[in-house]
């Protein structure tokens, strides 16, 4: 695991863009033009302002992949997939003991859903609670160092399997810092991120990428999609979850979520589901409900898209599948996985996807509250 000071990159960068020059056939001297800054490196600034002054903030990177299916990781084929340096922006209290470290995986707003000014009240009050209790943070931006801005719109941006894969090393990276309890690692995220924080509680996933006895202790799965990417028959982890989702929700409708953790429940899961009456989509925002003309859902598929044990799309979708005339089977035998995986939920798309959902609420102080306490009641003694 390696740290970069944002602030010596940014001037390094600068002082070797400002001092090549080119001279020659008796031209005037002249620069060359200076190049950008990395996206993630961006947004890891941003990420650092949302704690206090007086905590730690560092960038932490990592070697992820690009797997477009769930069953690359469990196969470990995701190795043979394009690397890619992930970056994220971690905060820590001043504290000499090990201490609790909270993964946040992103939502389809991308990076700026932490710091946008409709989410930056929630997400700086419920991380400067969370730093001031003993409690780290880590911001995953699994978007920027891949270049993109956001998935509401097109969700193939950045495979699913790959933002699992990201938050599954990120736990990794973290658990080999001596400065941070590898025992006491959350995980959370809104809606996409909170997908995401529900599939890598089941141990098929984490034991295929950190062994046997690595998982999350919390989970805080927010607004998250249940009908989709995640396995039919979960092997849980010992993991406490909390299930936060509003009744209200017609982008990631709320029955799905009261079915899979009852499924989660039977399997032995220890969680738990917190409705809130009336409650949108992207509820702790600071904005009142309004409504998302392009944000994309595919709740109205005829079958959903739940994963086998294997990792690979319930049997009752691939017959959905030929309807439309694709195969899955032979769409997982070519050499692109990536791009079978985009032409297929493309063409999925005008068959049973949409746009125009309802987002915002105002509740972003209560939603602080809840978050929380939920990791200080669980990771602190």
Not at 156 to 176: C, H, M
Not at 223 to 250: E, I, Y
Not at 251 to 276: F, S, W
Not at 358 to 381: A, M, Q, R, Y
Request: overall charge positive.
């Amino acid at each position: 695991m390696r740290r970069i000071s944002l602030i010596s990159f940014t001037l390094l960068w600068f002082c070797l863009s400002c001092v090549s020059t080119v001279f020659g056939r008796g031209e005037d001297e002249d620069t060359e033009m200076p190049k950008p800054v990395p996206m993630d490196l961006v947004n890891i600034k941003a990420y650092h302002k949302l704690a206090d002054q007086s905590h730690i903030k560092e960038t932490v990177e990592f070697v992820s992949h690009n797997p477009a299916h769930v069953f690359q990781i469990l196969d470990g084929s995701y190795k043979k997939t394009p690397e890619v340096i992930v970056r994220g922006a971690l905060m820590l209290p001043q504290q000499s003991e090990p201490v609790p470290v909270v993964v946040l995986s992103p939502d389809s707003g991308g990076p700026s859903g932490f710091y946008s000014d409709w989410s930056k009240p929630f997400w700086k009050g419920a991380i400067n609670q969370l730093l001031d209790k003993g409690i780290g943070v880590y911001i995953l931006d699994g978007f920027g160092t891949r270049g993109i801005k956001r998935t509401w719109d097109d969700q193939s941006r950045y495979f699913f399997g790959a933002q699992f894969l990201d938050t599954i090393l990120a736990f990794k990276a973290l658990a080999s810092d001596s400065r941070i309890d590898s025992e006491r690692i959350g995980i959370s995220g809104h809606s996409r991120g909170g997908l995401t924080s529900f599939a890598v509680v089941d141990r098929r996933l984490t034991n295929a990428v950190l062994g046997k006895n690595q998982h999350f202790a919390a989970a805080l799965p927010m607004a998250s999609n249940c009908d989709a990417f995640l396995f039919q028959n979960p092997k849980p982890t010992p993991t406490r979850v909390l299930v936060l989702h509003g009744s209200a929700d017609n982008y990631t409708p709320l029955q799905p979520c009261i079915e899979h953790v009852e499924r989660m429940k039977a399997a032995g899961a220890d969680v738990n589901l917190m409705i809130k009456e009336g409650w949108h989509h992207s509820f702790y925002a600071t904005n009142k409900p309004q409504k998302c003309t392009q944000c994309v859902y595919f709740y109205k598929c005829p079958v959903d898209f739940l994963l086998t044990g294997d990792g690979h799309i319930n049997m009752e979708f691939r017959k959905f599948l030929k309807i439309i005339n694709e195969d899955y089977e032979r769409s997982t035998t070519k050499t692109d996985l990536a791009a079978e995986f985009v032409r297929i939920y493309r063409k999925i798309y005008p068959k049973c996807g949409g746009m125009g959902v309802t987002v915002g609420g105002g509740h972003w102080s209560e939603s602080s509250k809840i978050f929380s306490k939920f990791f200080v009641d669980t990771l602190l003694p």
